[in-house]
C-alpha cells in the first residue's frame, strides 16, 4: 500500500513540475509574428518557430516543381498567379478550382510518399508536423506554421515569402501594398461576442491571440476569450455554461459542409437551459472562410462588424434568433 | 532414499507442534491420513523440497520426482500432446502404453480444457508416470475418478513400486487399504 | 503438417514482398529502378524496400513479443501493450512534443531517443514496483495504471501545449511506416535477433512455465523470478523501439499467437516461434500494401487497416474455441 502511494506521489509530482514548466516557457504575444516565422536574406529563406529556432532553410530562387504540403498557401500562389509552379497538393480537394495540372499527394494524416518522389519536385512546403515524415527524401523542404499567426495584417505577409520563390517579388509588393490599404478601423461597437465549440469530448474556447479573437476585435467588438493563449483551450462545463449565461453575442462557425443541419451541429449549446437567444451563424465551408482568411481577412471584419451593427445577412455571417 | 530428520512443517507458524523424522526406500507406499487442512499436503511440498522445513533437514537423493495434485494448470491453447511432452522426452510407445492402461481414448491434438475432469486427472498422472520418477507424491490422486479406475490406478501403483518411492494422501480408506504399505496418522 | 504450414508462410512471405516492391499508387519500372539507383524509380524502389523491410519486422516483432507476453501472464488476451510500456513511449513522445521548449533545445537528441526513454523508464517502474517476488497479477495492475497515468499526464500536456505540439503529437500517434530509416532499421533488425534468440533459448522453460510453477520447480533448477524479470526486460524493449519507430501498433501481437495456437492446435513455442513471427510479418505487410493504396487504391492508416484485418479473425477463432471448450 505505502509503495503504491510513493507511485502516486511521484506522478504527482512529474505533474506539477511539467505544469511549472510549461508555464513558465508561456510568452504573451499580440504583435504579428509572421516576421519572425521566416526571413528572406540575400541568397536564403530561412524559417523559424516560434521561439526561433530555424526550422528550415533553402535557396533563394524560382522553383518550378513545388509540392505545396501546407495547403493555406495555395492561395498566395494563386494571386500572384504561380499556380503553375505547383505540381502536387496535399488535401487538393478541399481547394476550389486547382488546374489539373497539379495533382493529389494524399490527404488527412496520409503523406503519399511515392507520389510526391515521382513528380519530382525541386522543393517541398509543408508544416512542421509533418517533417519527421519527410525525413528520408533528399529534397529541399521550406517548412513553415501559417496558421500560427493570428494577426489578420501579419497573415498577408506570407506573401513576400511565397513571390521570393515565385519570382514575383514586385506584383507581391503592389498586392501588398492594395490589401493593407483595405483594413478600415472599425468604431467600438460594445458588443462582446463569445465563441464556444463543443466536438463531444468537452467544452473549447479560443485564446485571446488566435486569429479569431483578432477578427472579433478589429470588427469592433470584444472577443470572449483566454488571456495569453494562443490556442483553443479546453475549459470546464461550470465554466461554459456561465460564460453563456452572460449576456455575450453567441457566435457559431459551422464546419458542416452545408447549411442543412446546423442546429444539429450545435446541439450542445441548445441543449442547455440557457442558450443563447440570438447568435451569429458562419459556414465555414460554403462562404470559402478558410481560403479568404489567408488574404482577404478584411472582408471578413467588415462583413462581422455590418452584421453586428446592422443585424442584417452578409457575406460570411449572419444573425440567427431562436424563440423561446 | 528419502530422510527426514526432525522436520517442522508449516508456512510461517509450523502447523504440527511436534516434529517428523523418518527415513524411506524404494518399494514403500506410505498413506498419509488425516482431516482437511491438518498439514498433509505441505508435508508431501516438504518432502518433495518444494517448500523449506522451518526447521530440520531432508536429504533427498533423485530428482526424479513425480507430482500430482490438483495445481497443474490446463491452459488455454493446451494440447493434449503438449501436456505430455513439455519438458518430458517421452517416446510414442510410452504414451500409447500408459494410455491402455488407463484405458482413455483421445486424440493427442485434443486442447486439454476439452476433456472432462476425470480424464484430465488421468492425463495428470501419465505426464508424472513418463517421467520415470523415483520417488512420487499422490494428493489425492482419487478425486474424479470412477470405481474402475480407481482399482486400476491401484493396481498399477503396486506394479510401480518395485522401482518407486511412493507417498499418497486420500480420504478413501479401501483405497487405502489396497495400497499401502504404512501410513502416517495426521 | 507443422513443416507445411512453415513452407506455405515464407511462400506467402516472399510473394507479398515481392508484391510490396512492385505495387503502389504510383507504377514503376522495377529493373529500371534496381539498375538506375538515382532515378524516380529507384528512388521509389528505396522506400518500398525500406517500408517493406520495417514491415516485415515490425509483424515479426509484435508477434513473438505478444506470444512471449501471453505465455508470461498466462493470459491468451495479454499482449504489448499488457506491460503499459508503449504507453511509457507514448509519454516519451508528447514529452518531447508537448512541452515547450523540450524539442526546441533537445530535438539533437531525436524523437526515438525520447520514445525509447520513455518505454525504459515505465519498464523500470515496472520492475522496482512490483518487488522482489515479481508477482505478475501485480504487474498487470501495475501496467494498466501505468498506462492511465500516462493517459492523463498526456491529457495535462496537451491542455498546455501548443498548436503545432498538438499536431506533432496527434499525427505521430496515427503510427506511420514513412518515418522509418536505414538506422531505425538496423536497430530494429538488431534488437529482433536479440529478441528471437532470448526467446528460442527459454521457449522449452516457457513450455513448462505454462503447466504451473509445481512443474517448473521439479524439472529446472532455474530461477523462476530471475527468468521472468530477464523476460519482461526483453520484452518491454522490444516494444519499446518499435512503439517508437512506428507508432502505436499493438494489435498484431494479440491475433497472431491465438490464431496460430487454435490452427496447429498446440501452444510449443519450439514449433511456434518461427511460424508467428511468420503470420505477423505476413499480416503487416498486407496491411500496410492495403494501407498505402497499393490494393483498393484507398489510402488508409495502417492501424486501421490491421484492426479491420484482425478483429473479424480474433472473433471467429475465439467464439470457436470457446463453444470448443468445456468449462
Known amino acids: ?225 483566454i488571456e ?97 | 532414499m528419502l530422510e527426514a530428520s526432525s522436520i517442522h512443517i508449516g508456512y510461517q507458524k509450523p502447523l504440527l507442534s511436534e516434529t517428523i523424522s523418518g527415513s524411506w526406500n524404494k518399494g514403500e507406499v506410505i498413506v498419509l491420513l488425516g482431516d482437511n487442512g491438518v498439514g498433509k499436503s505441505t508435508f508431501l511440498k516438504t518432502l518433495a523440497k518444494l517448500q523449506k522445513p522451518i526447521s530440520g533437514s531432508v536429504e533427498l537423493t533423485t530428482d526424479k520426482i513425480g507430482w500430482v495434485d490438483a495445481s497443474i494448470s490446463k491452459g488455454v491453447y493446451l494440447s493434449v500432446f503438449d501436456f505430455i511432452s513439455f519438458g518430458i522426452s517421452s517416446t510414442k510407445e510410452d504414451i500409447d502404453y500408459w494410455f491402455n492402461r488407463f484405458e482413455i481414448n483421445i486424440e493427442t491434438s485434443r486442447f486439454v480444457d476439452e476433456l472432462s475432469d476425470g480424464q484430465f486427472r488421468k492425463l495428470c498422472i501419465i505426464r508424472q508416470l513418463l517421467k520415470r520418477p523415483e520417488v512420487l507424491f499422490l494428493d489425492e490422486p482419487t478425486v474424479y475418478l470412477d470405481v474402475k479406475s480407481k482399482k486400476q490406478l491401484a493396481l498399477i501403483i503396486q506394479e510401480l513400486k518395485e522401482s518407486c518411492l511412493i507417498f499418497c494422501t486420500t480420504h478413501d480408506l479401501l483405497f487405502a487399504e489396497e495400497i499401502k504399505t504404512s501410513t502416517i496418522e495426521f | 503438417m ?98 515547450p521548449g523540450v524539442s526546441m533545445h533537445m530535438e539533437w537528441l531525436g524523437l526515438s531517443f525520447f520514445a525509447v526513454l520513455g518505454a525504459l523508464a515505465f519498464l523500470f517502474l515496472l520492475i522496482v514496483v512490483s518487488g522482489k517476488s515479481l508477482n505478475l497479477t501485480f504487474v498487470l495492475i501495475v501496467g494498466l495504471f501505468l498506462s492511465y497515468a500516462s493517459y492523463e499526464i498526456l491529457e495535462v500536456l496537451l491542455q498546455l501545449s501548443d498548436s503545432v505540439g498538438i499536431k506533432s503529437y496527434v499525427f505521430w500517434g496515427m503510427g506511420s511506416f514513412n518515418r522509418a530509416n536505414v538506422y531505425s532499421l538496423i536497430a530494429l533488425l538488431l534488437v529482433s535477433v536479440m529478441g528471437f534468440v532470448v526467446m528460442k533459448k527459454y521457449a522449452t522453460w516457457l513450455n513448462i512455465y505454462s503447466l504451473g510453477d509445481t512443474e517448473l520447480k521439479l524439472l529446472t533448477r532455474k530461477s523462476i523470478t530471475f527468468n521472468k524479470r530477464l523476460l519482461l526486460i526483453v520484452f518491454g524493449i522490444w516494444i519499446g523501439l518499435i512503439t517508437s519507430i512506428v507508432g502505436p501498433i499493438a494489435f498484431v501481437g494479440v491475433v497472431v499467437p491465438n490464431v496460430l495456437k487454435m490452427v496447429i492446435k498446440s501452444s510449443n513455442l519450439n514449433a511456434l516461434l518461427p511460424l508467428t513471427a511468420l503470420l505477423g510479418a505476413i499480416m503487416v505487410l498486407l496491411a500496410d500494401l492495403i494501407a498505402r493504396g497499393a490494393i483498393g487504391g484507398f489510402v488508409l492508416p495502417v492501424n486501421a487497416v490491421l484492426s479491420v484485418l484482425g478483429v473479424p479473425i480474433i472473433i471467429y477463432f475465439l467464439v470457436k474455441r470457446i463453444s470448443g471448450a468445456r468449462g
Open chain 1, 1 to 225: 500500500m505505502f509503495k503504491w502511494f510513493c507511485n502516486r506521489l511521484y506522478l504527482i509530482g512529474i505533474i506539477i513540475t511539467l505544469v511549472n514548466l510549461s508555464c513558465g516557457e508561456e510568452k504573451s504575444n499580440s504583435e504579428e509574428i509572421s516576421n519572425q516565422l521566416f526571413s528572406i536574406a540575400e541568397e536564403t529563406i530561412s524559417t523559424h518557430s516560434k521561439n526561433g529556432r530555424v526550422v528550415s532553410e533553402i535557396e533563394k530562387k524560382e522553383y518550378k516543381r513545388v509540392v505545396l504540403l501546407a495547403t493555406p498557401f495555395y492561395t498566395y500562389f494563386e494571386v500572384l498567379n504561380a499556380e503553375n509552379s505547383i505540381v502536387g497538393l496535399f488535401n487538393r480537394e478541399r481547394v476550389k478550382k486547382v488546374p489539373k495540372s497539379i495533382k493529389s499527394v494524399g490527404e488527412g494524416a496520409h503523406l503519399n510518399l511515392e507520389k510526391i518522389i515521382q513528380l519530382k519536385p525541386d522543393l517541398i512546403i509543408c508544416n512542421s508536423h509533418q517533417l519527421e515524415d519527410l525525413k528520408s527524401l533528399t529534397i529541399p523542404i521550406m517548412a513553415c506554421d501559417e496558421y500560427l499567426e493570428a494577426q489578420p495584417r501579419g497573415r498577408l505577409k506570407f506573401l513576400t515569402m511565397i513571390s521570393a520563390i515565385t519570382n514575383t517579388g514586385q506584383k507581391a509588393e503592389k498586392i501588398l501594398k492594395d490589401f493593407s490599404l483595405k483594413y478600415q478601423n472599425h468604431e467600438t461597437l460594445n458588443i462582446s461576442v463569445l465563441k464556444l465549440d463543443n466536438f463531444g469530448d468537452g467544452w473549447y474556447q479560443p485564446g485571446c491571440n488566435t486569429y479569431i479573437s483578432e477578427v472579433i476585435r478589429m470588427a469592433g467588438a470584444t472577443p470572449v476569450c
Open chain 1, 228 to 324: 495569453e493563449s494562443n490556442i483553443s483551450e479546453k475549459i470546464a462545463y461550470e465554466s461554459a455554461v456561465f460564460k453563456l449565461s452572460e449576456n455575450n453575442v453567441f457566435l457559431f462557425m459551422d464546419w458542416g459542409k452545408k447549411k442543412r443541419g446546423w442546429k444539429k451541429r450545435m446541439k450542445h449549446i441548445l441543449e442547455l437551459d440557457n442558450y443563447p437567444k440570438k447568435i451569429v451563424y458562419c459556414n465555414t465551408t460554403q462562404t470559402n472562410y478558410y481560403k479568404e482568411s489567408a488574404l482577404n481577412s478584411h472582408l471578413i471584419i467588415d462583413d462581422l462588424n455590418a452584421v453586428l451593427k446592422t443585424e442584417k445577412k452578409g457575406r460570411f455571417f449572419e444573425i440567427k434568433t431562436f424563440e423561446k
Open chain 3, 2 to 99: 507443422k513443416n507445411s504450414w512453415l513452407i506455405i508462410l515464407v511462400v506467402l512471405l516472399f510473394t507479398l514482398f515481392v508484391l510490396e516492391l512492385i505495387l503502389g499508387t504510383v507504377t514503376i519500372d522495377i529493373i529500371k529502378g534496381f539498375t538506375e539507383f538515382n532515378s524516380v524509380d529507384g528512388n521509389i524502389l528505396e522506400s518500398r524496400l525500406i517500408r517493406a523491410s520495417v514491415s516485415v519486422l515490425v509483424g515479426a516483432s509484435c508477434g513473438l513479443a505478444g506470444l512471449g507476453i501471453q505465455t508470461l501472464f498466462k493470459n491468451p488476451l495479454a499482449g504489448p501493450t499488457t506491460l503499459g510500456v508503449n504507453s511509457g513511449a507514448s509519454l516519451g513522445v508528447g514529452m518531447f512534443y508537448l512541452i
